[in-house]
């Protein structure tokens, strides 16, 4: 069985083989989904030298280039098993858009990339031969990969009640300031977002047991002027950041009718009106009486009543004091993660 090294181990590792004459052999992946296509490209690797090195690329790595939808299975996950092929000595994790610094370390005899790479495609091949190691591009094997893995079970499983019910998929339409991160009174400088503690443990949990995670915010500050709606996009990137692993969708609303045109406008969508979660059933297929709205005012859980969800008033941000709207939440929770435990135990 492999063992998963961090960068001071790996080098002290590399340094000791080289010392033993011992073949390098690395190669570097995704793993996404471990099919047979990945275990056989292993294998050959591995008959390449005497020591195989997998670089895995963490969840950050791989949005870079494959988009925020991928990876399905968290970097931890798909490193151990990886490790768990007989073939795989070391397994080491990249968290940069090419494994340039752990190729420095390892300097591997050979690199290794699977078939679907042109020689030309392959960008940290300068690095391997600069100081005199090959790159192999090893065939690919029976035209397996991920992505047709993907493709096949949401055509199998697509509408089959295993993944949702009769009326749709469960949701969870979680508020954001003063739920997932402080209330800093209109944020908008990235540079001041603060998570609030047990947030990113919550969506987690949610996110691993099925739910979609979908965050609906209004944002008054645009129609009121404090900021621009690029400013809200920046923020919201820099937020995704953070919780981009574990949140499926953000909606805002831009307007207040006491605001500035164009937001000026009496709209469909700013809480409790129900237009967000409408725009999210439309493109999610969401059964709401399965779902639920988390917040911290009464106009998040009088959204979740006017949509026909469970709520839960949370005790962070305004804890319900902005008493805007007179509800009666299904349950008010400490905080982020005890309204996460509370879903989970009443599913």
Same mark, same amino acid.
């Given at each position: 069985?492999?063992?998963?090294?961090?960068?001071?181990?790996?080098?002290?590792?590399?340094?000791?083989?080289?010392?033993?004459g011992?073949?390098?052999?690395?190669?570097?992946?995704?793993?996404?989904?471990?099919?047979?296509?990945?275990?056989?490209?292993?294998?050959e690797?591995?008959?390449?030298g005497?020591?195989l090195?997998?670089?895995?690329?963490?969840?950050?790595?791989?949005?870079?280039?494959?988009?925020?939808?991928?990876?399905?299975?968290?970097?931890?996950?798909?490193?151990?098993?990886?490790?768990?092929?007989?073939?795989?000595? &070391?397994?080491?994790?990249?968290?940069?858009?090419?494994?340039?610094?752990?190729?420095?370390?390892?300097?591997?005899?050979?690199?290794?990339?699977?078939?679907?790479?042109?020689?030309?495609?392959?960008?940290?091949?300068t690095?391997?031969?600069r100081?005199?190691?090959?790159?192999?591009?090893?065939?690919?094997?029976?035209?397996?990969?991920?992505?047709?893995?993907?493709?096949?079970?949401?055509e199998?499983?697509?509408?089959?009640?295993?993944?949702?019910?009769?009326?749709?998929?469960?949701?969870?339409?979680?508020?954001?300031?003063?739920?997932?991160?402080?209330?800093?009174?209109?944020? &908008?400088?990235?540079?001041?977002?603060v998570?609030?503690?047990?947030?990113?443990?919550?969506?987690?949990?949610?996110?691993?047991?099925?739910?979609?995670?979908?965050?609906?915010?209004s944002?008054?500050?645009?129609?009121?002027?404090?900021?621009?709606?690029?400013?809200?996009?920046?923020?919201?990137?820099?937020?995704?950041?953070?919780?981009?692993?574990?949140?499926?969708?953000?909606?805002?609303?831009?307007?207040?009718?006491?605001?500035?045109?164009?937001?000026n406008?009496?709209?469909?969508?700013?809480?409790?009106?129900?237009?967000?979660?409408?725009q999210?059933v439309?493109?999610?297929?969401?059964n709401?009486?399965?779902s639920?709205?988390?917040?911290?005012?009464?106009?998040?859980?009088?959204?979740?009543?006017?949509?026909?969800?469970?709520?839960?008033?949370?005790?962070?941000?305004?804890?319900?004091?902005?008493?805007a709207?007179?509800?009666?939440?299904?349950?008010?929770?400490?905080?982020?993660?005890?309204?996460?435990?509370?879903?989970?135990?009443?599913?």
């Amino acid at each position: 069985m492999g063992i998963i090294v961090n960068k001071e181990e790996l080098s002290r590792i590399t340094n000791e083989l080289r010392a033993q004459g011992r073949k390098i052999i690395a190669t570097n992946g995704v793993f996404d989904i471990l099919h047979v296509g990945h275990v056989k490209f292993l294998k050959e690797s591995k008959k390449l030298g005497d020591v195989l090195i997998a670089i895995v690329d963490t969840d950050k790595s791989v949005k870079h280039f494959k988009g925020d939808k991928r990876p399905i299975n968290h970097h931890d996950e798909r490193a151990e098993i990886i490790a768990a092929i007989g073939c795989v000595d &070391y397994v080491a994790l990249n968290d940069e858009p090419w494994p340039n610094t752990l190729l420095e370390i390892i300097r591997p005899q050979i690199y290794t990339k699977g078939g679907d790479y042109k020689i030309e495609q392959v960008h940290d091949r300068t690095i391997v031969e600069r100081y005199g190691g090959e790159v192999k591009i090893l065939p690919r094997f029976n035209g397996t990969s991920t992505t047709n893995v993907i493709k096949k079970v949401v055509e199998t499983y697509n509408g089959m009640t295993e993944f949702k019910d009769s009326k749709g998929y469960k949701a969870v339409f979680l508020d954001r300031d003063g739920t997932i991160i402080g209330d800093g009174g209109y944020n &908008y400088k990235p540079e001041e977002l603060v998570l609030i503690p047990g947030a990113i443990e919550a969506l987690k949990r949610l996110k691993h047991a099925g739910y979609l995670l979908i965050v609906v915010t209004s944002q008054s500050g645009i129609a009121r002027g404090y900021y621009t709606e690029e400013d809200y996009h920046k923020f919201n990137s820099h937020f995704l950041k953070h919780t981009g692993e574990f949140v499926d969708d953000v909606y805002y609303c831009p307007h207040h009718k006491e605001g500035k045109p164009p937001h000026n406008i009496e709209c469909n969508c700013r809480k409790p009106k129900t237009g967000m979660i409408e725009q999210a059933v439309k493109k999610w297929h969401i059964n709401l009486s399965a779902s639920w709205v988390v917040g911290d005012k009464t106009s998040d859980v009088k959204l979740g009543e006017n949509a026909g969800c469970n709520t839960i008033l949370v005790e962070t941000g305004k804890a319900g004091n902005d008493a805007a709207y007179s509800v009666n939440p299904t349950y008010k929770a400490k905080d982020l993660l005890d309204a996460a435990e509370h879903i989970l135990k009443n599913e």
